[in-house]
């Protein structure tokens, strides 16, 4: 059987978001790039393991802020980053056509809005495209909220801190997102802290780095 794809090489593996089989060298191409990959696929997973891997071997690290990284920063401001984890993968249960870059476009419109009103000033930077205006909303909810609604702070959160948060969050997202235009791989890291926030009782913050999801 020839793949379908290329319709020249021999089907090899079967891709469930294809429904049929198709041959390894369309699957590594074509993966989050003209296939809309499942995050449970396992050559997905298995082809995300070596990119990284190579990645981090040929490519410069992307810049960090020293401060954010640190487990004491992590730590203190867990609660707030695990609430922004989850409005996301909300989010995404709702538009499930968020990808990775969405939600740096969305990170990158609500570090310019708090960061103007940090200086005093209001402006609501909202993207345009519809899927990061709902997840831009949805985290802003969020972070908004008064401390006792979203039971995770007796207080409401600086715009300081939240600004901070922010900034991990965006540099973690360097870490993880691969360059594909439909890289989800970042998403699929934030269920995963989600669910082993959900699953377990430590409030360790599982954010530090990206093996950790």
């Known amino acids: 059987m020839k793949c379908p794809l290329c319709e020249s090489r021999k089907a090899k593996r079967l891709c469930p978001a294809k429904a049929t089989q198709i041959c390894p060298v369309c699957c590594g191409t074509?993966?989050?790039?003209?296939?809309?990959?499942?995050?449970?696929c396992v050559y997905l997973n298995s082809g995300r393991e070596y990119e990284t891997d190579k990645l981090a071997r040929t490519a410069p690290a992307p810049p960090r802020t020293n401060r954010l990284w640190e487990p004491a920063f992590l730590q203190r401001h867990y609660p707030l980053m695990l609430g922004m984890a989850q409005a996301i993968t909300q989010t995404r249960r709702s538009s499930p056509e968020l990808i990775d870059s969405d939600v740096q476009a969305t990170l990158d419109s609500l570090l310019q809005t708090f960061s103007t009103l940090n200086k005093g000033i209001y402006y609501d930077f909202s993207p345009e495209r519809l899927t990061q205006k709902q997840l831009y909303f949805a985290l802003r909810q969020f972070l908004e909220a008064p401390g006792e609604v979203r039971l995770l702070a007796e207080s409401r959160w600086t715009t300081g801190q939240i600004l901070d948060c922010l900034q991990f969050l965006k540099e973690l997202s360097a870490q993880i997102v691969l360059p594909r235009p439909r890289s989800r791989a970042f998403l699929d890291h934030l269920e995963g802290v989600t669910w082993d926030s959900r699953q377990s009782s430590s409030h360790e913050p599982r954010l530090i780095l990206p093996a950790e999801f």
């Not at 074509?30 to 449970?40: A, F, G, H, W």
């Open 30 to 40: 074509k993966r989050e790039v003209e296939i809309d990959c499942p995050s449970s």
